[in-house]
């Protein structure tokens, strides 16, 4: 298996641009979690979901940031519009089943908003 | 979720035995001990997970004493490699608990 996979791995955009990252978690794993990891707040939890449902978005800083898991092979976190304060890496873990067991994270998207 | 404590930092050389100690004195009944690895420009890798006394794997050994309000992860023979910072998290293995939550977690630097 090739794992998670992320795209991009890196993001440069502007102010106020729409931006849209990717992650395909591995097959057969139920859940798909995105976090963002800062050097001041360290890595945070945004948002997970079950079996393609959102369960928990209570990590999703703003109304700026919306995330989409249409089938259980792909899922998006937008955020629109970008501030430079959202500059991050962002990573999208899977985890095959229950909770608090193995989860699998992809390399990361570093984005950077000037 | 119970709060952890861990150094910020440790210094090692190669070869030697390193042991991360995280403190968790609120830890619950039904809470398990996660250990994760994060090598730089890199997501967190999952190391190892315990709920009581001691679990070894081919990567680490992870020892809980009896009280389970702290636990040692122990990397026997670092090499520059082990190089990373490692994470200790708590929770529960039930629904609703997946939270996650990483702290700061520990910069291991393992000098040759």
């Known amino acids: 298996d090739a794992g998670v996979i992320q795209s991009p791995r890196h993001e440069v955009t502007e102010m106020g641009q729409e931006v849209t990252l990717r992650c395909k978690p591995i097959s057969g794993h139920d859940y798909l979690f995105w976090y963002r990891q800062t050097m001041m707040r360290g890595l945070e939890l945004l948002i997970y979901?079950?079996?393609?449902?959102?369960?928990?978005d209570s990590g999703m800083p703003e109304d700026r940031f919306s995330a989409k898991m249409p089938n259980a092979s792909f899922s998006t976190l937008k955020i629109q519009p970008s501030e430079p304060r959202d500059s991050a890496v962002y990573f999208c873990?899977?985890?095959?089943?229950?909770?608090?067991?193995?989860?699998?994270f992809g390399q990361g998207t570093r984005l950077t908003v000037v | 979720l119970a709060k952890t404590t861990q150094p910020i930092s440790m210094d090692s050389y190669e070869g030697q035995e390193v042991n991360i100690t995280c403190s968790h004195n609120n830890i619950a009944t039904n809470d398990y001990i996660t250990w994760y690895q994060q090598f730089p420009s890199q997501g967190p890798r999952f190391i190892i997970q315990?709920?009581?006394t001691k679990v070894t794997n081919e990567v680490a050994s992870l020892f809980i004493p009896a009280d389970r309000k702290s636990s040692t992860l122990s990397l026997p023979r670092v090499s520059l490699s082990d190089t990373a910072v490692y994470y200790c998290l708590v929770g529960p293995s039930g629904a609703g608990s997946y939270q996650l939550t990483f702290g700061k977690g520990t910069k291991l630097s393992v000098i040759p």
């Open positions: 979901f079950n079996n393609n449902v959102p369960i928990d």
């Open positions: 315990g709920y009581k």
């Open positions: 873990a899977s985890s095959p089943t229950g909770l608090f067991t193995k989860a699998f």
